[in-house]
């Protein structure tokens, strides 16, 4: 990495950095340090429920999952429009009106204190996990780019972002994120000229395309009903919605960035915004992973995209030689995929049906050699080094970055995926030490203390919350496909969360008791199907929060429990 | 250890109720709670925003059919 590369990165960091503490300077209590002291309008508020969904892993394992998968991964944001809505008219007049820190708050409210703890503690599980897989993202770059050990680049980014989190305050963190997603969406909108710009001459856009779809990467919309099947439109518009319904409606680190704004309208607004765009920025990103496919189709790719690690295998003399001979086939078949994506493209110009459908079948073949002889490398690479992880398709993207991108703009994508990875780990860092304090700490042990007291403890626990989830990322190396690994964990626990704050606002009979109980042998019944079946994960949440509306009914009448409080009822 | 089955009393975390809940337009019109302001900025009212959300989901999927079937 050039000297222009780190001046870029390290300067559009630290401008965002002190951006946000020179907005922010001076905040001495706590409605400004969990809520923004209630004054950011729609679009800040929109940018910052955007970046706190798009960390790292976003920009890493979106592309890298179009590369090996495909675009129908857009499908899994389908269910957001209509979930951003529900939330608009029941979620956020309730939590505005009841002048709420955490959401958890409100299932005391509704319910009593053990079903607000179980919320909250649910939410801490599950974010504080999650929050470690964010800091190991973008360590894993820095880690493989520089020769650096994973392990003490996880520490120091870390503890970077907690420092950076702990000055600042929900507030400082939506005033740097505003700033990162316009880094964000410039260093994006960039690379995908960048991209396109490095295509063969002969290669228009139409023609990438439909190189794309012949080999199976332009299945945006899939209406197969398998629900074996992790992303179809059925999946992503049903499994989805309460995904997304859950994680902004329920998800500490989404709400609290909405209940900083100035007013309902202003939240409102902000979460529609999200709603209307962030199908077509996933679209976008998952498109750049396709176009990076097209471009390794004309030019040489790695056999493996994680070098370091092959050069590391190769270093093993019982399979140095079969590494190599499988570079060698590699390279052949390579040549045998271009020679049929040329012929593809020139029968296309010609518009020749017939050899058109030749040329598919051809170049289907040859890709389908290139990806023997990759996963024959895996497998080698499995052998020689057996704790090593095979999976490269995180690496995809950023080896594209640092190869081809031009001096200066390798600095600008790095910001961009730091950028990313800040605002997620600030808002989660941020979230979590508000749940701690408000709902565990204050609500148990400290009910009368002064704000000062609970600014202070807040902080404590914020840098707590970093601790934990940076222990968390040492272990993250152990998980598949990182964005999945979040994607999983969260409807793991969402569904069971969800269904408590469903049963709270629409089943207004269902008593304390009764939800309780039915939440706790939901989320077993979650768990035993997640280890013992292969259902795609996104149906979880249903299942999840089907669970629990279903068993609290008729767990009701046997186990009762505290009623609506009056003040609950007042709401809509 | 506090009573699990009693609803908060923490100064921090209390409703106000100073807004009559049953009311809509106190609520939008409180100039205690400026917060509580719910009026639509744009097309006169918030169902009328929920459908053009909804309108332009309908046209994305729409757009995402047609390249699925032309580029597939």
Known sequence: MSTIDWLVMVGTITLIALYGWWKTRGIQNIEGYLRGDNELPWYTIGLSIMATQASAITFLSTPGQAYEDGMRFVQFYFGMPLAMIVICVFIVPIFYRLRVFTAYEYLETRFDLKVRLLGAFLFLLQRGLAAGITIYAPAIILSSLLGWSLYWTNVVMGTVVILYTVSGGTKAV?????????????????????????????????????????????????????????????????GGFFLMLAYFGTDQSQVQRYLSGRSITESRLGLLFNGMVKIPMQFFILFLGILVFVFYIFVKPPIFFNTPTLNKAKQNPQYTAQLVQLEHAHERAFVSRKKAADTLVLAQKIGD???????????????????????????VIKKALPRAETKDADYIFITFVMDMLPVGLVGLLLAVILSAAMSSISSELNALGATMTIDFYQRLFK??????????????????????ALGFATFASLLDNLIQAVNILGSIFYGTVLGIFLTAFFLRWVRSHAVFVAALVAQAMVVV???????????????????????????????????????????? | MPDLSKPSDS????????????????????????????????????????????????VLVALFVLITRIYS
């Not at chain 1, 890709?367 to 497998?379: D, F, G, M, S, Y």
């Not at chain 1, 002064?450 to 970093?466: D, I, N």
């Open chain 1, 353 to 379: 049906i017939r050899k058109i459908e030749q040329a598919k079948i051809q170049l289907r073949s040859a890709h389908a050699e290139v990806q023997k002889i990759r996963v024959a490398t895996k497998l």
């Open chain 1, 174 to 238: 939506s005033q740097t994120q505003k700033q990162q997603m316009i880094v964000i969406f410039a260093g994006m909108i960039i690379a995908g000229i960048l991209v396109i710009m490095k295509l063969p001459p002969h290669i228009s856009l139409d023609s990438a395309t439909s190189i794309a779809g012949a080999l199976g990467r332009m299945n945006i919309i899939d209406f197969n009903v398998n629900p074996n099947d992790r992303y179809t439109f059925w999946s992503g518009i049903t």
């Open chain 1, 529 to 572: 199907l997640f280890l013992n079946t292969q259902l795609g994960y996104l149906w979880f949440n249903l299942i999840g929060c089907t669970l629990v509306l279903v068993l609290a009914i008729i767990f009701d009448p046997v186990l009762g429990g505290r009623a609506s409080s009056q003040t609950e009822k007042a709401a809509p």
């Open chain 2, 11 to 58: 100064p921090l975390v209390q409703s106000k109720p100073e807004v009559p809940q049953d009311n809509p337009s106190a609520a939008r019109s409180n100039p205690h709670r400026p917060e509580l302001d719910d009026v639509p900025p744009i097309l006169g009212s918030w169902r009328n925003i929920y459908i053009l959300n909804m309108v332009i989901f309908a």
């Open chain 1, 447 to 468: 009910p009368d203390a002064s704000p000062t007291h609970m600014l202070r403890a807040s902080k404590a626990f914020t840098v707590l919350w970093g601790l934990i």
